[in-house]
């Protein structure tokens, strides 16, 4: 009889040594975002700062000294205060902020011989880094990892003076500002650091902590600084040259080109001017033999705000200032530097992408245009492009590096070299030529040989061209990356207009939504239908997600408001039947269904993803049923799931209305989620579904989790028919809730009848004493409440105001 051997697991890079504890030396604003990132990820944290040298007044009146406690950990508390307080939070889940204990280098340093993990992110100046390493040596124990998060500090010289032990575990890890938000993690070794340590940064920084680690060398500002200060300055620089104004400036290099909101002027003020003078300033003495060094020269208008200490938002005012009684807010005209009302900006490349969604299909059409935007865009983007080739392999060996780390460090969508790939290489050597400047002979070498992108797929495999060996090759990652861009031509099962069917490989169907927001319409429910057929015919497994910014925004609101206004009742409520049809099919089919959310799952997103049999949530994901605030409530099997899950809540000596007044108040007052730890909090996720950090391994995390419910023997569910609701005694005590905040003024008269139906669903309905019933009473009893409010005036009024401005209305 024929046997087969199991291979043997390999052992991952990041499980080679555990962190479990983990020192963090410095409080200051990174150091105390850091400490509460590794909080998130469960890791015991000690956050240290330097103890007081004298004491303040309030601390004198109390009759304290510097031996008190209370003041030899003020500045670390304070510090950590501070971030507690600000917004966007730094942690998951406020709870976690037992995971941090604050302590000061003189008292606590000792404790760092039981971290796993110490981070150095003490002031930028050399001296005094070198002077805590000292310290660290006396308490550090060998073969702890010992890391810094400089910017600007060569690495190789904070280490200098080091025992062998300290600079073979030495590294730079390079976190961006907020290290919850922003994904980039470099990495630079020293030539002392052991390349095992390395790979458990990279593997680590990638798997565990979510972030996109990329390689660097010890070069000034490293990778994602060199260059994207770089495109900023010398983008200033063109500016001033072509006249042209901040306002116009910021709409061409926001979200047009896939970039942030804030684009350059509003980036620059929130960043704080100062940093950006101090970088650029760091950059023009250090990089002496770069060709374009004259670009990190100040700009007329960066030293005239430096001379006036307009800083940006921590002063009050930089490009941008805002009137404290109007509340306008107005721009400096870069010509006078005076402040001047922003005007309106109107650009022909920008009139002729409006209707072109995909970044890397509105490129071309910018930069091509004959108008003064494509003017700027050819100049900027020459000078970019021919930069970055300029810089391999002075600041990275292979070009996906500084793609990686460009997009991850400053929310780029398309880095440098697919920006270049989506014009033409060809082209953009024309452009850079006509700029005056060199195309680097790498790059006219590959064009010779006939090889006409960076990048280029192979059998659904991403592969970047390699400088050293002249061929191409596949980009390196820490874990498996589903991105079905490169699988759309190869994979494809089926597809409609909203929702396209991928197989996924290994006996797994994914189904990917792609509307405007992944609203979920007919289309969207089309597809959800088509899925769970094709998946229990033909498959083991499916995989609801995709690679976008937002699982999905809601249900499309614009044919539910069509339908109201013209009374169509019977359309309404079979639309509503069909859309609880959907969600149940997605709960009770022969298949697992397992959602992979990410950014936005509002409403009916949030409700497909309650009926799943598992949710694999990015920590990013804001979920919420958002419904009332255009006027309904969840019909989509929300209010009947989150009822459903109050049922399952209780237990003995519970006071089981406690438990179901706090989901009615999550809906009540549309609350949002503000990370997925909070999701599961508030019951839209349960204990068994799983929450990752890195959106690259999302969805095949997501796969991985669907192939492990198949092969544990999946069993169709049968529907429920024993949720236990509390009837008419619950329901008047939620109406009276209602009337006094009615009488308080804290919710309008209509506010009160939505409730007031969320309040009867929720509680069953008018029954005698509390019941068990079963899930299709449920839904109908929130059917028939969200066909009742689309008769509403207010309600239609709530749901154009959506529809036409985005923003909800209170009346």
């Known amino acids: 009889m024929e046997t087969t051997v199991e291979k043997p697991r390999v052992q991952k890079a990041y499980e080679t040594r555990r962190i479990r504890k983990v020192a963090v030396l410095g409080a200051g604003v990174m150091g105390s975002r850091i400490a509460c990132h590794f909080a998130n990820i469960g890791a015991e944290v ?84 070198q002077k805590v390493f000292e310290q660290v040596e006396k308490y550090r124990k060998k073969g702890t990892l010992i890391t810094s998060n400089t910017s600007g500090i060569p690495i190789r010289m904070m280490a200098e003076g080091r025992s062998d032990d300290f600079k073979a575990h030495f590294c730079g890890t390079h976190f961006f500002n907020p290290p919850r938000y922003l994904k980039l993690l470099e990495i630079i070794p020293t030539e002392h650091t052991k390349p095992e340590v390395v790979e458990f940064l990279m593997d680590y920084g990638a798997q565990i902590l979510g972030k996109t680690t990329v390689l660097c060398k010890d070069t000034p500002a490293f990778i994602a600084n060199r260059v994207g200060v ?16 901040v306002e116009a400036v910021d709409k061409l290099t926001g979200p047009v080109l896939g970039r942030p909101k804030s684009a350059t002027f509003r980036t620059l003020d929130v960043v704080g001017l100062d940093t950006m003078i101090l970088v650029a300033n760091g950059l023009s003495q250090n990089v002496p033999h770069d060709e374009s060094k004259e670009a990190f020269r100040l700009p007329k208008s960066l030293e005239f705000l430096k001379e006036k200490n307009w800083l940006g938002d921590k002063s009050g005012q930089g490009y941008y200032k805002k009137d404290k009684e109007t509340k306008e ?29 995909k970044v890397k299909e509105r490129l071309p059409v910018l930069i091509k245009s004959d108008d003064q935007a494509g003017e700027f865009y050819r100049k900027t983007f020459a000078s970019l492009f021919a930069y970055v080739a300029n810089r391999i392999p002075e600041i990275a060996d292979h070009l996906y ?58 059998n659904g495999k991403q592969l970047y061209y390699d400088i050293p060996s002249k061929s191409y090759k596949p980009i390196q990652k820490s874990g498996e990356i589903i991105i079905l861009d490169n699988i759309r031509k ?42 769970i057929e094709i998946a229990e015919k033909d498959f083991r497994g499916l995989v609801i997600g ?29 639309m509503i039947a069909q859309f609880q049809k959907t969600m149940m099919r997605a709960r009770y089919s022969a298949i697992p269904v397992v959602t992979a959310p990410a950014g936005l799952a509002l409403g009916g997103g949030c409700e497909l993803n309650l009926h799943a049999d598992h949710i694999h949530a990015h920590a990013e994901t804001y979920m919420g049923l958002v419904e009332f605030g255009v006027g309904l409530i969840p019909a989509g099997g929300g209010s009947k799931e989150m009822t459903l899950r109050v049922s399952d809540s ?37 204990k068994s579904d799983t929450i990752g950090l890195n959106r690259a391994f999302h969805l095949a995390e997501a796969k991985a989790k669907a192939i492990e419910l198949a092969e544990m023997g999946y069993t169709q569910p049968k529907q429920r028919e024993d949720i236990k609701v509390l009837g008419r005694s619950a329901l008047a005590t939620l109406k009276a809730g209602i009337v006094g905040m009615l009488y308080g003024n804290y919710i309008s008269e209509h506010d009160a009848k939505i409730a007031e139906k969320l309040a009867y669903v929720m509680t069953g309905g008018d029954l005698t004493s509390p019941q068990l019933v079963s899930e299709q009473y449920l839904l109908d009893l929130e059917r028939e409440a969200f066909l009742s409010l689309c008769g509403e005036k207010k309600t239609l009024e709530r749901i154009q105001s959506i529809l036409t401005t985005g923003k909800p209305l209170r009346n």
């Open 546 to 574: 995709s690679n976008a910014e937002n699982f999905s925004a809601g249900a499309n609101l614009a044919m539910l408001m069509m339908f109201a206004i013209e009374q169509e009742w019977d359309e309404i409520n079979l």
């Open 230 to 245: 770089y495109a900023i300055m010398d983008a200033l620089h063109t500016i001033e040259a072509m006249g042209l104004s």
């Open 490 to 531: 190869t994979n494809k099962v089926w597809g409609n207009a909203g929702s396209t069917l991928f197989d996924l490989g290994d006996g797994i169907l994914g189904l990917e939504f792609h509307t405007k927001m992944n609203s979920i319409g007919a289309e969207v429910i089309e597809g959800i239908n088509r899925a």
């Open 46 to 129: 000690l956050l240290m700062d330097i103890a007081p040298k004298e004491l303040s007044p309030e601390e004198q009146a109390k009759g304290l000294t510097l031996e008190s406690p209370e003041v030899r950990n003020r500045i670390v508390k304070a510090a950590f205060e501070n971030t507690l307080k600000a917004k966007p939070a730094a942690l998951y889940n406020e709870k976690f902020a037992s995971r941090i204990k604050l302590g000061n280098f003189e008292d606590n340093m000792p404790e760092i011989a039981s971290a796993d993990w110490i981070i150095e992110v003490v002031v930028e100046r050399l001296d005094i880094k």
């Open 401 to 458: 590096q500084i793609d990686d780390a460009v997009c991850a460090g400053f929310g780029w969508e398309v880095g440098p070299f697919e920006t270049w790939d989506t014009i033409g290489i060809e082209y953009g050597c024309q452009i850079i030529q006509e700029a005056g400047k060199k195309v680097a002979p790498w790059v006219q070498e590959m064009l010779a040989a006939g090889n006409t992108s960076f990048y280029k797929l192979e």
């Open 650 to 686: 209780f237990q003995e000596g519970d006071v089981e209305f406690n438990n179901l007044q706090t989901a009615f108040m999550n809906i009540a007052t549309a609350k949002v989620a503000t990370s997925a730890h909070e999701a599961m909090e508030m019951g839209y996720l349960r």
């Open 329 to 357: 807010i107005f721009a400096l005209d870069l010509k006078t530097f005076e402040y001047k009302p922003q005007e309106k900006v109107k650009f022909k490349a920008l009139e002729a992408t409006k209707m072109i969604d």
